[in-house]
């Protein structure tokens, strides 16, 4: 629930005494004095003084049971960027741990919502930060709830800017920590500025009802708690508020919100793991279970090192009931996730107790380095954050989480690299299975292995692991480097010479985008080009620069083949779907009165009757090897396929022209439609039959 009560120093140092008693908070009172002196008289933009934001990012920290240091480089985070207070002034006043964690705020003060090449370092500076010391990340995200409290104040397209960010990174990263009272709140704010009208309809409906919701609530959180007391059980029993967006998330999956409203919701807290068993099973002697509503988390946690029972019962007067039954311990981490995890001592840096539900953080270390593009980075990060889960166990009865839709292969690579190398079969629950087999929970899985087995290339279709894709790629990195190398740089001359340009290809002139990237040489630079890890575009605007890039071509900046309009390179065109012209065809341009001008076959029929002032003369610009076609792809509208589609067209030596798409009846199906330049001589067949491999591609028809 948001705090809208202004937040003191004085509430901060209780919250934090309270969860450290004794500590001495001295430092926490100093960093307050230098903030307050830092930010004076500011005002941000809702009206509210520069100080209260610190403040409430304090509060927020304490609350969370942050320790003295995090909580006042939350008091600090701001200074570097809008006062004239210096980093070695606050490593002087507070030591070098506080002001590395204030830097590394300061430097994730803007992460991207799009994914321009300015914005590839602010994705790096995010994934380093949450790897190197996690308080730096959990900092951000305090500062992006407190933001996202005074989004009123901002005009409409920065509050909806700001609320998808939040939405694609923040919730995530918030979710995946286990810091569940930020989520909450960073949801349904969220949702409140990009779905206003929802939003408020469910508010409305929920301040209806409440009277007589709360009477319902606490008339079950005394029979539970009285139950369980006459059984000996001591028990804390509460009730769980409603939450608007997990309200709104159930209604866009059919439900309707009496359904919702009906549910209610209750959490039993206890003093161990063996009480809260207990505690289930005097419950389901009591009321009705409901069959296929029972989770066990305690067996089975998240990720993210979430626990509890779930369970879904029928009370006497035919009501259901949602109940969470936890430890106090299990409690706390649901709460405050990560920092529940950290161990402190006086006058040293806190160190994680169980790092195993953090893991996923050495994975997007690894991941990240096999990644230049952000559109990649961030669809990694999303599937790294905030994909549901199986679990399934290995021969030993291990448990491994595993995304959903994970094959065999992904659990090889998750059990060792060896193994997944080696993976010659699989065996799930004793049975022979391949390895497209999608895994489910409580699944045994058996790999065997041959020594003369080795990666296919077919696997990276069958895998959804980072883990599992990244060393597939690196082994077919270490087999075909010198092709890919030399594929790279050939990718990168074409580009120049169809825009015109030219460029002695050296470790000194490519200086600038191997320093910005952080390769060797230049050779994993043509190496990342010729992957598809890195396209030319982005090289050329580096080396040539934006403005330069821009005005020669616009968006075909990739393409071997332009149109010169009218004896200018810089007037934009489309190639018309009617006739498909492809050089050496003589072709003329047509100016359309809404959609710019398109580029039409000479002879081509539709421009018969046409307004003849409205045609311009047109000329074939670049190879003339290279012919232009249309695709149609009917594809399942599913996260990743378009990257899947767009790297069969890099490795067939396709340039994408011009794209569209449109979603199907059913909203499940898509049609994407593309004109695209490729060499003469390449077989189409060959290029179909690649594009229809992809798991979700229905039919692909060839114009």
């Known amino acids: 629930m948001q705090d809208n009560r202004k937040n ?19 430092i926490i009172e100093r960093a307050y004095d230098l903030a307050l002196r830092g930010h004076g008289d500011q005002v941000r933009k809702s009206g509210r003084p520069v100080i209260d934001h610190p403040l409430s990012v304090a509060h927020i920290l304490a609350r969370h049971r942050m320790d003295a240091e995090t909580v006042s480089a939350g008091l600090l985070h701001d200074v570097l960027e809008d006062t004239s207070i210096r980093a070695d002034e606050i490593e002087i006043a507070f030591g070098k741990d506080i002001r590395e964690m204030v830097e590394g705020v300061t430097k994730l003060a803007h992460i991207p919502v799009s994914y321009e090449l300015s914005e590839v370092r602010n994705l790096r500076r995010l994934l380093f930060a949450m790897a190197k010391d996690l308080r730096v990340v959990i900092i951000k995200l305090a500062d992006r709830l407190d933001n996202l409290r005074d989004l009123h104040a901002l005009d409409h397209d920065s509050q909806r800017r700001i609320a998808q960010e939040t939405v694609d990174i923040f919730i995530p990263i918030a979710s995946r920590l286990g810091l569940g009272r930020m989520r909450f709140e960073m949801e349904d704010l969220a949702l409140r500025y990009l779905k206003p009208d929802d939003y408020f309809k469910i508010a409305e409906k929920l301040a209806t009802k409440r009277e007589e919701r709360e009477r319902e609530t606490h008339q079950i959180v005394r029979e539970v708690r009285a139950l369980l007391t006459r059984n000996g059980m001591k028990v804390a029993v509460h009730g769980r508020p409603k939450h608007i967006a997990s309200i709104y998330r159930k209604m866009q999956e059919g439900k309707t919100f009496e359904e919702m409203h009906d549910l209610v919701g209750i959490r039993v ?44 019962v029928v009370d006497d007067k035919g009501r259901r009931v949602e109940i969470q039954i936890r430890s106090q311990r299990m409690h706390r981490v649901a709460e405050v996730g990560a920092s529940a995890h950290w161990r402190y001592k006086t006058g040293e840096k806190p160190i994680l107790k169980d790092k195993e539900h953090l893991s996923f953080l050495d994975r997007v270390l690894e991941w990240q380095k096999d990644l230049i593009e952000p559109e990649q980075i961030m669809e990694q990060l999303r599937r790294s954050l905030f994909e549901d889960e199986v679990f399934v166990f290995t021969p030993k009865g291990e448990v491994k989480a595993l995304p959903v839709g994970a094959t065999p292969l992904d659990f090889a690579y998750a059990v060792h690299t060896d193994i997944g190398m080696r993976a010659s079969g699989a065996k799930v629950n004793g049975r022979m299975v391949g390895f497209d087999y999608k895994l489910k929970t409580g699944d045994m899985v058996e790999i065997m292995t041959s020594p003369h087995q080795k990666p296919s290339r077919d696997w990276l279709k069958l895998v959804v692991t980072s883990k599992a894709r990244t060393k597939i790629r690196q082994y077919f990195r270490t087999v075909d480097r010198d092709l890919y190398i030399e594929r790279g740089r050939k990718a990168l001359v074409d580009g120049m010479k169809s825009m015109g340009l030219s460029m002695e290809l050296t470790d000194d002139t490519l200086k600038k985008v191997i320093d910005e990237y952080d390769f060797e040489d230049e050779d994993e630079l043509f190496l990342a080009i010729g992957e598809g890890r890195l396209k030319t575009g982005r090289v050329m605007r580096e080396l040539f620069g934006e403005v330069l890039v821009e005005g020669k071509a616009k968006r075909r900046a990739h393409s071997p083949i332009m149109v010169k309009l009218e004896g200018s390179y810089d007037i934009d065109y489309r190639i018309a779907g009617c006739c498909i012209p492809s050089p050496p065809c003589e072709i003329v341009g047509y100016i359309t009165s809404v959609r710019g001008i398109t580029i039409h076959r000479a002879g081509c029929s539709s421009l018969r009757g046409r307004d003849k002032s409205r045609i311009v003369k047109a000329e074939w610009v670049g190879r003339g090897d290279y012919e232009i076609h249309r695709i149609h792809i009917t594809i ?22 011009e794209h569209s798409g449109r979603g199907g009846s059913g909203g ?7 004109i695209i330049s490729l060499e003469r001589g390449v077989s189409e067949g060959i290029l179909i039959d690649a594009l229809e491999s992809i798991d979700g591609v229905q039919k692909v028809r060839w114009f």
């Open 8 to 26: 003191t120093i004085t509430d901060i140092i209780a919250l934090v005494r309270k969860h450290y008693p004794g500590l001495n908070t001295s």
């Open 269 to 312: 807290i206890t003093r161990s793991i063996s009480d809260c068993y207990q505690a289930l099973g005097i419950i389901h002697t009591k009321y009705k279970p409901i069959p296929g509503r029972f989770k066990d988390f305690i067996a089975l946690p998240k990720q993210n090192g979430y626990q509890s029972l779930h369970t879904t």
């Open 636 to 657: 399942d509208d599913r996260e990743g396929i378009l990257s899947q589609i767009s790297d069969v067209f890099y490795r067939n030596g396709v340039n994408i022209m």
């Open 668 to 674: 499940s199906r898509a049609r994407l439609d593309f």
